[in-house]
């Protein structure tokens, strides 16, 4: 878990602040008392938790693409950050089989773009001491495993989403090695982070599961269920956000470059279940009997097995998962029953966040008197 002194007064980008996991991420740095400059397209979907926490009005917001370096270094030169955290990107799946093109070129050269920016910056004499750039679990070569892939197992992606984060990962080694190693004159320590399914209250993305059960869940109607047998890490976004800020800790604060490589953060083994069994927690913590539709023929090659081993993060950054994939779909239902009855949504949010940080202390000292 972070530390929440460290935060504060601290200068932090975001890029893919208007996005579900930088919204929320955006909220907790700045209840930690962090100063966030945010760089995005508009909000991916509508409603959104940027838009309904209004979180533009506790950051400095700038509309960018990362397509655009000129725009992006001037207003990365502007914010003169302290950390990093890169989590803009194309992130659906089914969205990148339909703009292949698009997803390569936001995902791989928009990368490329944020670290030349931090980059040329460094060598005007900035002081940027870590980023974090945040992939995903499907950038591992899938083989269809029932244990955890570690951060050292190859890379792979058999859909251009999967491909462009995999590649994403490379020129962040890259660069590394390049441009930010011990043996040049630069000091940014840059790492990698792969989270699995992440899931919590203010995502409306079309293409996910948990988004889509709700809406069946308030019209009405019945849930159309895709490979439901498939098995994925399910984690509430508190948990890999809190891996995230952990692991800028550790880069910002050590001397060497231990800390820059690639980090796993996923759920416990237990919470690695199938969409079925999501499907139907859901319905019951929302207080109703499943109504689902089998779907069998998937548009798109899928995988069917997909979990994460975090022995590493867990020995090495003392991070590990605080609420279970029961406790995050009972967090979902309040949230969204809350967003329904038209409470302020970022007060709910905070709360949320408060109620993670307040479990995770809890668990430390329960911990601690063993
Ligand atoms: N949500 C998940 O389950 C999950 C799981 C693993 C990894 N991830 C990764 O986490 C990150 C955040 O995911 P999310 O769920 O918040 O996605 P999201 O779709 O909610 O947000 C994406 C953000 O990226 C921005 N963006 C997209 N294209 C851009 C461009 N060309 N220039 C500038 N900004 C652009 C959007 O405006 C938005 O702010 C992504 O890198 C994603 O691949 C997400």
Redo the contacts with the bound molecule.
Sequence with gaps: MMNRHFWNGKKVFI?????????WLSLWLTMLGAKVTG???????SP?L?ETAKIDQLIDSHK????DLKHLQQVLTAANPDIVF???????VGESYRDPVGTF???VM?TVNLLEAIRILDRQGAKIRAVVN?????CYENKEWNWGYRENEPLGGNDP?SAS?ACSEIVTAAYRKSFFGQESLERVAIASA??????GGG?W?EE?LIPQCLEALIEKKPMILRKPQAIRPWQH?LE?LSGYLRLAEKLYEEDTQFYSEAWNFGPDLEDCVEVGSVVNRLYTKWGEKPNLKHYQTSMYKESTMLMLDCSKSKRLLDWKPIWNLDQALEKIVVWMKDYQNNAPMRDVTIKQINDYMDDFDKRKSSNESV
């Design positions: 890029t893919g602040h208007t996005g579900f996991k930088g919204a760089y995005a397209l508009t909000p991916p979907t959104s940027f960018g693409n990362l397509n890169h989590m803009a990107a194309q992130p659906i070129q936001t995902n928009g945040v992939t995903t679990d499907k989403y984060k792969r989270a699995g399914n992440v899931i995502d993305s996910r976004v890999p």
